[in-house]
Nanobody
Framework: QVQLVESGGGLVQAGGSLRLSCARS????????MGWFRQAPGQEREFVAAINWSGGYTHYADSVKGRFTISRDVAKSSVYLQMNNLKPEDTAVYYCAASRYYAANRESQYDYWGRGAQVTVSS
């Protein structure tokens, strides 16, 4: 059973940066593709970014392209989301997830989920 735990959330002013981390325990981390999703109050959870098992392929939602960077460290069984130039509309709970599918960007394609980390961006 794969368990994912997010950390690094917090409160930041618009234009600032945060780095989210997701640590895995259980399972075989290197065999999964990883993704980040977010859910703002009153809204559905949406795709943010994904990375394949080797780290050689990444893709992003248009809303974060050029500002967010996803990466992974297989040796540390961790995946990261570097968020720069944050905007108030980035405020949400951010979830880390693991998928068996390559280039997965839908919730239904992800098998395991973390409990989420709150990111709040003040204007």
């Amino acid at each position: 059973q794969v368990q994912l735990v997010e950390s690094g959330g917090g409160l930041v002013q618009a234009g600032g940066s945060l780095r989210l981390s997701c640590a895995r325990s259980g399972g075989t981390f290197s065999s999964y593709n990883m993704g980040w999703f977010r859910q703002a109050p009153g809204q559905e959870r949406e795709f943010v970014a994904a990375i394949n098992w080797s780290g050689g392929y990444t893709h992003y939602a248009d809303s974060v392209k050029g500002r967010f960077t996803i990466s992974r460290d297989v040796a540390k069984s961790s995946v990261y989301l570097q968020m720069n130039n944050l905007k108030p509309e980035d405020t949400a709970v951010y979830y880390c997830a693991a998928s068996r599918y390559y280039a997965a960007n839908r919730e239904s394609q992800y098998d395991y989920w973390g409990r989420g980390a709150q990111v709040t961006v003040s204007s």
